[in-house]
């Protein structure tokens, strides 16, 4: 009975793998070669597992996500034509699907576009727009302007970035021509996140203010760009994403909280993960954060159902949502290294844990460096592929801060809650609140400045793609000899 149990997870696990594998080979090939090699799958299986169900069901899978993500991409390349062979200017109707981003002089904002003049499309523009006119996230608007190509600088392909996106054009300062407001549930958050954004910029000074909004509401593009090298310079640029440390301790805070009402765990687990959703979506869906609610989501289900959760079964899972949603989210930076630091956190944290069994596990410091180990051996060719640098003192930086992230989340989340009913109430949660978030800024800074222990190295993608064959086969030998049964595949 185990070993059929076994062998069924094990199969769910490759159909897992291969339908994430479509999604992103599908966004590279011609389909002509998608067929010929979900063939090649299939014959590889049937000689490897010598089951002909098995190879088959591989094979398909393969094909039927590795088509729609092909699918995906011939659409947006037709929506491209559609809106580029209109004449100018154009009548624009779609719906507000980012927070409208200010500038000294300007307001910009993702528009997904339902209709251009009497053609029915759906496809994104970027929308620049003058601060007079108050926007919001879920409103339908119709726009009269003239629909251009993305802009592309030397130093940065901003063409190619935002196109990875699903936005394939610009609009400059259109005639604004009518508003729809957005439905209850957007105008709710919307109203919410405002008085979030006030609440902290009341009470916490320049830059604390900034990094805490970036903590606690996913606001990463107001973080000053000073602050971002910073981070950037001493390896903890990864804090200020919403991640999975954050929907432990929202996890923790909520179910300890509702656990102490009176509810069952399984009731407090269900209402847990609700407020996890309501979360997400109060944040904007950003891909770290989704990544990381759907893992949470996943080992609370298994924990209400009695069940062992398996980590790689839940990224795989979460990997292929957020791809089915947008297959170009593969070559999004943050969400390869979002899942490439999970990954390394999942297998490597247990054998870095027994081989530095001998530093002591105060205020979880053998746990920090395992799990910061574990993640850089990751990321570390990834970071130098696509930003040039990787610092020797994120360990220690790590170290010092990490273990200060979990009071720093639940502070933050305890000032909002509170500041939503009372500033007085929410003056003894920020005066801490501030005190962490200083540290941290002058710890980053201060360790930040030790250039020569800074790797300036661009790497090419041929050698991120060996290294990562070996880190595979080394990774897999070590968790063999664990009895990680779901890599015997």
């Known amino acids: 009975m185990r070993n059929k149990k076994l062998e069924k997870e094990k199969i769910f696990l490759l159909l897992l793998i291969f339908s994430n594998l479509g999604l992103v080979i599908g966004t590279i090939l011609k ?57 100018t200017p154009v009548s624009i109707y779609g719906k507000i699907i980012t927070d409208p981003w200010e500038s000294k002089n300007s307001q910009k904002f993702v528009l997904l576009v339902e209709q251009v003049n009497q053609t029915k499309t759906k496809t994104k523009v970027l929308v620049y727009l003058g601060k007079d ?28 970035y935002l196109y990875k996106q699903g936005i394939v054009g610009v609009v400059y300062y259109p005639e604004l021509k009518e508003i729809k407001e957005a439905n209850f549930l957007y105008r709710v958050v919307n109203k919410a996140r405002k008085r979030a954004d006030k609440i902290f910029s009341e009470n916490l000074p320049y830059p604390e203010d900034y990094f805490v909004k970036a903590v606690i509401l996913g606001e990463k593009r107001e973080l000053p760009d000073k602050l971002k090298e ?32 009176g509810l069952w765990r399984q009731q407090a687990g269900l209402l847990t993960l609700f407020f996890i959703i309501l979360y997400i979506f109060f944040i904007g869906f950003q891909p770290s954060a989704v ?45 390869q290294l979002s899942f490439l630091a999970a990954a390394g956190i999942n297998y490597l944290t247990p054998f870095f844990n027994q081989k530095l069994k001998r530093v002591p596990n105060v205020c ?57 009913i009372s500033s007085w109430l929410s003056f003894v949660i920020f005066l801490p609140l501030f005190i962490i978030s200083r540290y941290i800024i002058w710890m980053s800074s201060t360790f930040s400045k030790f250039q020569t222990l800074l790797l300036n190295v661009k790497i090419s993608l041929a050698l991120v793609i060996f290294y990562y064959l070996c880190l595979f086969a080394l990774v897999k030998k070590i968790l063999t000899k664990q009895r990680y049964w779901f890599l015997k595949i």
Request: hydrophobic share 55%; with cysteine; aromatic share 16%.
């Open 133 to 160: 006119k108050n926007l919001y996230k879920g409103e339908r608007i119709r726009i009269l302007g003239e629909i251009k190509e993305l802009p592309s600088f030397e130093e940065f392909d901003c063409r190619e």
């Open 364 to 420: 979880g410091l053998r746990s920090i460096l395992s799990m910061s180990l574990g993640a850089q051996i990751f990321t570390i060719p990834l970071l130098l592929y696509h930003f040039g640098y990787f610092s020797f003192l994120s360990l220690l930086t790590n170290i010092l801060i990490v273990p200060l992230m979990p009071f720093l989340l639940g502070l933050g989340i305890l000032a909002l809650i509170f500041g939503f």
């Open 31 to 87: 389909l002509s070669y998608l067929y010929w090699l979900g063939f090649f799958f299939f014959v590889v299986m049937l000689f490897y597992k010598r089951n002909i169900l098995l190879a088959l069901s591989v094979a398909l899978i393969f094909i039927f996500f590795s088509c729609y993500a092909f699918n995906f991409t011939k659409n947006i390349a037709s929506a491209k034509r559609v809106l580029f062979s209109q004449t």
């Open 291 to 335: 990544r990381a609610a759907i893992v949470g989501a996943g080992i609370i289900i298994a924990q209400i159902f009695g069940r062992l959760p398996d980590t790689t079964r839940f990224l795989l899972l979460a990997a292929a949502a957020m791809l089915i949603v947008n297959p170009f989210l593969i070559y999004d930076t943050g969400f």
């Open 230 to 261: 910073i981070f950037n310079k001493s390896g903890i640029r990864h804090i200020t994403a919403i991640s999975g440390m954050h929907i432990v301790v929202l996890l923790n805070i909520l179910t300890t909280f509702l656990i102490a009402l």
